[in-house]
């Protein structure tokens, strides 16, 4: 692992390397795209790429594809659900509860297909990744480690530069795009006094027997520290975990990194006093200290300061430090084992100083930064795909995951071939009278914009009079104020964007997500809708970068013209007439300024022979001879008293018949 | 002709010895007889079967007869169980009609539905009696025009009342009654006419009543002047509002303020009082002037010399006020400019309204959003067909779609989505085909739901639902792209399923085929054949005609006839190959076209064309095939086959045959096979004419409608010279109000900031 290269190692490489870089080496392979990384996200963006029939290359310093997987998680058992039965056929739908299939054609690629779990075991998905691999036949270099990125200018080059790589065996690959999928995969070490008695979660046993009548520290709050302590939790005297934040609920956050119910053992026992517990503290100011017995105790820094203030390292097993203090420290018992489960973060170490993506603050110091493109910041032509990709939405949606970044590397792929091939974004075009179907079909079943919601979101673009319109699926709003850009696609008669949001008041750690008023259910109400639930944003200009950056906070995209909130459902089945499409369409109609309703062929005849103007679906559907008849049964039920069918209940005449009862 | 038929049938009336059932006035004995001969008006309802609404209908109109006594209209039913009156009592359904007759002369006739409740009966029965009295416009400029016409003749009262018969509707025309022949009065229903008068945009849809005093405006470029009045309308306050405008813009008193009694007084209104005195008298009559104009319907002004005043009033105060209240004292203030007396005035009446608004505000606030006024969407709701029987129709996967393509030569596929109002209504129809077809084995009919199936429909393209689509073998599938109902679409299916052109191989054949008599089973599906006449020869011109007949698949089956009987064929058709060949059956004739050099688009039109009627009827399935928005419509309206009827068919059908007459779309419309014909005719008119009607639409110059007057006889003669009459512009248009007009409904508040 590059996680245990020697620095000294590797500054005498960087001296070798930049040496080299003085003269561009005349002895390369080109490609146009390069892919690093044959994990999901490099298969997914690999499979996109094969069928566009671009020329490319995934190099994969394994044998395998998903070698992470091979030894990750320790415990062996995947946290994407795998759930094979929802009671609908509509794929796409079922994709929103399919955690860990890649998109491809081939239903056969499948998880389902895979596993029956529904928290597969991860030997399933080496075995899933690898298949995908060989059926659709993509062209992995295994056994190919990247060492070394450089970025060299050429004019000649895309985007006015060149990436060249060198593998282990300085073999060197020109490249005009690259596409970095490898991963998070360096343990996160932090450097503490004592820091050397700690075992990692990479390589600890994973054997309870090893664990009993042990009392044991874990080092860490994410889902690895608690899937090890779930697996000992029956066989140690007890488990303290520490970590510096409050503990944040997966149910709570509605977001999947954070714990979820499958891994909290310990927060029973915890919680029922059964003599496992839960501490909060900052890793950077802890000391471990081992006793004569050998065990390990637990100090702040600042207590190890105060009474050695002249030299830390000299003394650092000092006993006197340990009888100091409170008595009534909850760490003051001590430790057989100390667990560090402290997560992964991207390997920086590869890019030379120039093409070198920056990282991000504070807690995305792990992630590389990318704009919402995916493209790193600082230079043109690099992308980061699959779970590295993770800073846009990080703690947000379900971008560092399997069935988040298998959208995102998509969009990615989109966006490279509009940009380098001239191949616009696909949209449809569609006359306006079928925008109320288009959008009710989205909501109820695309998955793109389910699992990355407010991250990705479709796009309705307006056409001159509002009588057609193009739709244009997953598009990453962060780009919004780029799209023509990215797409191809101009918005100049006003658009609409349609995002899935969870109330923003109601997502958060250490909130009541089960109170009794947590969902509404009038269409009236809908604004104050908690669950995620389709909104829909009017722009009539296309939002600018500024508009972008200045939005209010919280808010995915800036204020728009006008808004519309889908209630929230139970069942996220959004097709009811009265309680969905109706109050959708008025906004629709709002916004637009033209009606969209149906009518039968009967009223059609009869604006015609009496209206200049058509309504949208008499124009398109009537006049063009594709007027729809009732048939008997329907007029005898329409003729019924209060309703007549000419009289559609226009605004004229609904107070009217209201004045008329009084 | 029209008329003597209308005296016909009142001469029956008269004979027929009617007892008033139940005569509203309860003057049993009463004939009905009497009522018309007595010379005035009179609104009468001839019962039918009796529903809820009709029930409902009859309540309304016996409470109006007193109301409409007093206007010298006479109100009775007549029972056509008891007495069958020829005409009206045709049909011995629900009658849903009432007849307003002046002496012995219809008038109008109205709808049961317009005729809602007593201020509808009211309204609508003096809109009619005082047609010279009110005028109805539909824009601003038509209202500009009675405004310049008016200028230096007399004022204009202008009221624009949401829809016809609202209680607001009525009180004008009870004015109108009486202040007819003093004022000139303009109704309209028009949003539009409103546009310039900045009203907030909850007052747009509230009855707004202004004047405009045009009498005094003596040049023309000078607009009329406008008061606008802001109380609710109703004949008294109307009335009260005439009074104070009648009256002298400012009074000009000798006495003191307390002794001042104006009409305002007695109306209930404030009064302001200005004080002058000898050297300012000018000045301050102008300012007086200036104050009323802005204060007129609102309030009064009184000038009054400041030497009237009592001593215990404070020297400096310049302006007097007299408040409505029971208070009669009177409040001295020093305002120095016309703003602030003005706001005083107003303030004043806003504390006023806002009390008495809010009773109003509770019963007006119902949420319209919520309301469903889609018609289709309200089937279907209404029929629950969420539930329709569908499992007659194999639903396909995207397994089983393949597969069904396979096993059968032509499968139709319906895509559709169950939230779709319009596929649901649709699939009701298709159930239906798929009955009618069952019995065809080369046949299937199948549903894909795209709501299952994505993947499926986004491969066939059907992105616009519902879509049918049909597979035939070896052929590329084609879209259905008819109406959405049984009949074109049993049509679409049966003619699609065969071969396009069939091929005819002996000339015997040919002649079969255009009378009809080979695919016997498609004579119902089309109603004319088509030949192609080739030689052998001729390989790119049938080349050309076949691609022709593969666009007309499922429109029409073409006959295709290749052979060298060059003689025979133009003896017996009048053309040569290449040619074209139609018959329709109905009729014995049979047409020829030449075919030269023409490309697959001509054909496809030539055929089109033909398939085209000169006269047609008109229906409401039919309408696009005719329909061209920016020609004038000519349309007969019919509703029954009497020989008058069918003499004024005949003359038409000659009439269309005259070049000048191509201007027009001359067609009919029998309401017996398309009823909406009647509403159609009730929007032109606002009265259901005597039929046959003749009417001319232009839709295109702004809905302006002309009736063929139905005192003429409908002759070729008369019809030309009338429409020559109307060419030159001698015949003023009327124009519809548009009933069906669309408004945007906000939808549901969004608290954006709650985000």
Redesign the interface.
Known sequence: MPASWPRWTLSIFVAVITSLNTAIPSNYQHLDYCVIGAGPGGLQIAYFLQQSQRQYVVFERSNTSGSFFGRYPRHRKLISINKRYTGKQNKEFNLRHDWNSLLSHDDNLLYKHYSKDFFPHADTMIHYLNDFARIFGLKIQYNKEIKWIEAKRDQKAWNGHYFFLMDQNDHYYRCSVLLVATGISEPYMPNFPGSQHVEGYENVSVDPADFVGQAVLILGRGNAAFETADNIVGVTNFIHAVSRSRIRLAWATHYVGDIRAVNNALLDTYQLKSLDGLLEGDMENIVIIQDNKGKLHLRLKYHFNKNNSQDMSSNINDQSLLSEGVDNLAVRLPYDRIIRCLGWKFDFSIFSNMSKPRSGRGRLSKYPLVKATYEAENLPGMFIIGTASHSVDYRKAAGGFVHGFRYTARAVHRLLEHRYHGVHWPTIALPISQLINVIIKRINEASGIYQMFSVLADIVLLQKNATKFEYLEEYPIGALPCLWENTGKKAENGLFVINLEYGSNFSKPEADVFHPRRSVGEPKHAWLSNFLHPVIYFYRHLPTETEMTQRPKLWPLPRPSHIHHVVEDFLTDWTAAKAHILPLRRFLETCLGTDLRYFFAESCFKFALTNQHLPPFCHHGYLNRQGLLGNDNLQDRVEEPGYLPGDTGSVEESPLHHLSND | MAQRQCYLYLGLLCAAQFSVLHCVSKENEQHFVNILQSGKPSLIYFKGIT???ISLFLQQLEKSTESLEEYGVTVAQVDCNTENVPKYCENNHVLKKAYLFRANIMLRSFTV?TL??V??IVANVLFVLLFNEIKYVSSLVDLHDIENYMKGQGDVIVTFV??I???EHRAIMETAYVYGTKYKFVLT?EQSVLKDKELQDSDK?SPRLWFCHCKMVMDRNEPCKKTFFEQPLTTVNIHSFLKVLEAPLVMESTVGPEDVSTVHVQLKMPVIFLFTQRETYDHDRITAESVAWQLLGKAGVVLVPRAQLQPNVPEDVTVGLKSVGEDLSISYLVLASVEEIVNLVKSEGKHLSTTEKDDEDE??D?D????????????????GWRDLDVDLIPAL??RSFPQSLLATPHVVVLFY??????SM??L??YV?VSTRLADLKDLLLARVN??????VCSTENA???PVVKMYSPGEKPLFY??????Q?LLKFIMLTRIVNPVHLTAVEDVEAYLRGKLHGDLKTYQHISVVGLFSPDMEKELDTFIKAANCLKGIVVTGCYVGNDHQYLSQRFGVAPPALVFAKHEESHIQGVQLEKTNTEEIVFAIEGSMLETFPEIT??N???Y?K?LKP?L?LFIDNDDTVTLNVKEELAEFTKIRSMQLYTTCWIDLRN?Q?GE??LQ??LNYLPQLPALIL?Q??S??HVFAFPEEQVISRENVLHWLKKLQSGQEPPTQ?P???????????????D??
């Open positions: 529903n809820p609404s539905d809602f409740d201020d509808a949401p829809a018969g609202v209680p229903t849809l019963s007006e119902v319209f959003r919520g309301v469903q006024d889609d018609e289709v969407a309200e089937a279907i709701y209404r029929n996967t995207d989505t169950v939230w779709d109002a319009v209504v649709f009701q129809s239906e795209c709501g299952d199936w994505p993947d992105t616009q639902l792209s008819g109406m959405l109902g049984v074109s409401v399935e309408l696009p095939s329909f928005p419509l349309i398309t909406v509403e159609i929007i032109y639409v839709l295109s702004g809905s519809w548009k009933h069906q007009r669309w408004n945007v409904r906000e939808p549901v508040h969004q608290v954006e709650a985000l």
